[in-house]
């Protein structure tokens, strides 16, 4: 067992703070939540780690720290729903894999990275309670950026542990490698695109029925939501807000201290131009009075969350009863899917989440709390899923039809052209030569190499990876096969290989060195989490989810 992680473990030093703001003196106001055992539950629905039932409650905490780090960060990540489910297990089953294995980064640890991270080398002051204000500001929870601050120490302590010394990466092999991944390739191909195609394809109704027969399921409407809710707004509470602000003694100073530390730049308008010390001022303090407004309302659902876990029987309709005791009126939403925001809960993240683990037994969200208040949420009724039937969507159909007919023209045309090349070539012909005597453009490209992610003048239809795959593959005055793509395929001509020069070598080999070190040494934990996630039933139930598509059915 590796012990818990002591205050001066050099792994503190390892970490990535993900934002430093400097400092300012939190303000009062808490997100305060009530948590009853009414909804938590769902045992083993998404796997277990070393013992331990991953809860729905488990994964919707997850996801709501993964979007506070998003929040925090200039790397934003696209993701669907179903992606996002899974990333939110595999922080929850590395955390509690890490507490298996002892891996603990205490409170003492936790202190002392705040300390030493958060601190502005100019001034000395600590940037933390500017930082959480920010996160309080945006909805966001203290507790849930301290759980991933630690999830940071204890990971990197296991990478430590698992990590293959640097000097394994020789100065021979970086180099060998960085002139490998800069050899520019310099070729020619012709592309057989399906657009060019369209207008050459028939569509005849056998056809059409036959294409629709076969992929039926392309065209299923989703299951459907109605969603009743109740609205506590963050609004009824600005003028208390407002209120307790004002009696602050030291808030102008406070403001000062935020304006000073974080300079002019972070208080931009729309056009990005930099607040008047009094906008700027006049800016923090109706973030902070919404930040305090929201969380007042949060108070105020979990009290009728509370009182809703009173009610027996347990049934939906309890919702009305409170709604009717406290003055309010349950609101209902329009039919959503899986992954869209309805009309008035567009400020909601994660909402798919939260309404696959309502049950009959537990019909009631815990309330979620935005800037725009609280929420509790139940489901009115489910619109089943259903395939409609072909003369509902035909034109939809015939032009997917359409499309893939096209692209089946395209692909013949290309293999063609490339079993005619075979002879060409064996007969002494050049590949441009060849191309022109089938009335076949021929598209020059721009040199690629493999290090390369963008290269300006490519060809819009041209898929870059593709290209590397063909190329590299190939010596020059080689011909590669037809190679299929997404529109339809090429075939290419390499001309020659450049390699880097000795002046690009010289000044771009010390990074790249480095960088191959790094990802030398991360690449067990990588090789270790790959093993232990694949063999795990929490991967299991995720592969669950995706054969059935359908998350609620997982269990």
Sequence with gaps: MIGTIRKHSAVLWWIIVVAVIVSFVA??????????????????????????????????????QLGLQ??????????????????AAQTAFIDFKLQSMGIVADDEVLASVVRDAFRDQATGQSTYPALIERI???????DDYLAILRRQVEQSTLVNVLSIPDSLVTPREAEAEYRRENEEAVASAV?????????????????????????????????KFVVSYLHFPASNHLAAAEAELATMPDLTNRLEQVYASRGTNAFLDDQGVALSKEAAFLRMRTEQVKSSA????????????????????????????????????????QPFARGERPLGLESLPDLSTVLQGLTPDAPFSEPMTSVNGAYILAIKARIPATIPPLASIEPRV?????????????RSAGQAFRNSLTNALAAGKTFAGFAAEQKQQVVDLPAFSQSMTMVPGLPPYADLGSLKDTAFALEPGGVSGFAMARDGGYVLFLKERKPVSEETLKAGLPAFMAEARSRRSSSPFAQWFTAEWDKSSVAAAFRRMKGTNAPSEMN
């Design 294 to 333: 929201a969380a007042r309302a949060a108070e105020v659902a979990s009290e009728a969350y509370n009182e809703l876990a009173q009610l027996t029987p347990i049934k939906p309709e309890n919702l009305d009863a409170i709604a009717t005791k406290r003055g309010l009126k349950v609101a209902l939403t």
């Design 70 to 87: 998003e929040s925090l960060s200039d790397r934003r990540r696209s993701m669907s729903e179903e992606q996002r489910n899974e990333v």
């Design 191 to 223: 592309f057989f695109v399906s657009t060019n195609f369209m207008s050459s394809v028939t569509v005849k109704p056998e056809g059409l029925g036959q294409f629709y027969t076969n992929r039926a399921q392309n065209y299923r409407i989703a299951e």
């Design 136 to 142: 309080k500001a945006s909805g966001g929870r203290e």
């Design 398 to 410: 015939a032009d997917d039809y359409r499309r893939f007919l096209a692209l089946e023209a395209a």
């Design 27 to 64: 303000w009062s106001g808490s997100d305060q939540s009530s948590l009853t055992a009414l909804v938590r539950g769902n045992a083993g629905l998404f796997g277990t780690v070393d013992g331990h039932d991953i809860t729905r409650d488990e994964i919707v905490e997850r996801i709501r």
